[in-house]
């Protein structure tokens, strides 16, 4: 039986490592002319690139060996890891190179075929309908989400030891939770004062799942079917579809009775609710037909999960800045102040966050150190030619936005924060695609003007009540996950200002 066993083993390795010099040289005779470090069959690079922990290290080191264009092969896949301006621009700014690779897969059994991982007509369509919910006129109404929900966030901060050193980002992300919710779909889920809650543990399960699959076995949907973790996703998501949709036959429900059948019948309703992204996707049409009860709620749960991971990343990387630059926030409480006056609970209106303009180029400084997506990727559907070199069909193409936005021949002392940057008097010389945190061209991030109001608010909300005091011998431990964190967390003291 042993031997049976033994023979069955070598046969399959020999097979596989056949299968890959076969699969190798397929790509290798295409991809020659790029730069990366010499693969081992089966593995390919995983060895150069670790664990997740090491994956941005690895990355920045094999830049330095081999440029800001690096093919390398994960296992039996090919990719090509890019933050080089010109390929970044090339590959943002196409029509045809729209598809999301294989990571989005694990997405797949939360959000289906929502806008983050859909392709083609039906992604087109969705965008198209899509994007008027982002128009001003809607976002003005969400000032009030943002002012409610961060007064639950200040109480909480208010129960922390002054000078205790807190790791904000937790807060920060059952915050945004909250109010991504309200967004959405009109309705709370008290993330903030129930994080126990079975909705809000089920978010952290799948999103836990899908980072953890990237960088296991796991990866391949053969071994994940069998493993715990495949029937703990599920058991998550029955939850999130659960309440989804049971929100959405509520409000579909409630739309009927009274007869509602577009935004400006909801405007003007009796009850005057503010319209949730929900409500257009309940009362808009393709092609005269109105989207399925399925189509709503991959929607709603796409919003749900780049709503709010995304964000709390970049609230919480911007509050860490500030505490460890005292002049900076001073300015930006100055700015605050002089906008909002003395009353602390003065409501906070979109024209006031328009105008907190040095804030912005804090925000705007914090995201390109810290970008909130790390990386993102596209997989190629058909040959493509950049600098007259053949990429293949298949090939996947990884943009790394950390290296791009640290590359110091865009960004001179790319370490240094400096708001400065992005004065524009000093934004002449720097390509437009050298700085991309929401993505760019047809696939950027539809949310990108919902985020930086809600950024705004929220820090200037949070710096109105509390000077942040550093802990000063931390250095955060970047990791990227679906978003971008800090292994070791990212501590900040709290002091209460006297105003
Ligand atoms: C600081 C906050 C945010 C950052 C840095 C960010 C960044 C990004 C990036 C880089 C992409 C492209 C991803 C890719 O190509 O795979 C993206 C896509 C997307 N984002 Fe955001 N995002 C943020 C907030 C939001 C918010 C608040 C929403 C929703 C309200 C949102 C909804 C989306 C959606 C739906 C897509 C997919 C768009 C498409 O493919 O057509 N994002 N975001």
Redesign the pocket.
Known sequence: MLVTLFWFFVTFLILSIVLWFIVYFKYEFYLRKFSGPMPLPIIGNLHHVGIKEDLLPSITKLIHQHGHVIKLMFGFRPQIFVSEVNFVEFLLSSNTI?K?SYD?NFFHMWLGM???T?FGQK?KR??KL?TPA?HFKILERFTDVYGNQSNVLLKKLEEVNQNEAIDIFPYITLYTLDV?CE??MNTSINAQANPKSDYVQSVKEVCRIITERTFSVKTWDFFYRFSKDYHKEQKAVNVLHDFSNSVIKHRYEELQEHNLKNVKDLENWGLKKRVA?LDLLLTSTIDGNPLSHKEIRE?VD??MF???D??S???SFTLYCLSKHQEIQDKVFEEVAEILGDDKNAKVSYENLQNMKYLEKVIKES?RMY???PL???ILTENAIFQDKVIPKDVAIV?S?YNLHRNPALFPNPDVFDPERFDTENLHNVPVYSY????AG???????K???L??KATVSKILRTFKLLPVLEHQPLLVANAILTSENGLPIRLQKRKL
């Open positions: 729209i999301k989005y929502g806008l983050l859909s992604w969705h965008r899509l982002f991504i967004a959405t992204f929607e796409t919003f780049e709503g709010h995304t964000t990343s970049g609230i995201l970008p909130p997506v993102f990727s596209r943009v936005l991309v945190p929401f993505s047809p696939r950027n991030c539809i949310g990108q919902f985020a930086m809600e950024v």
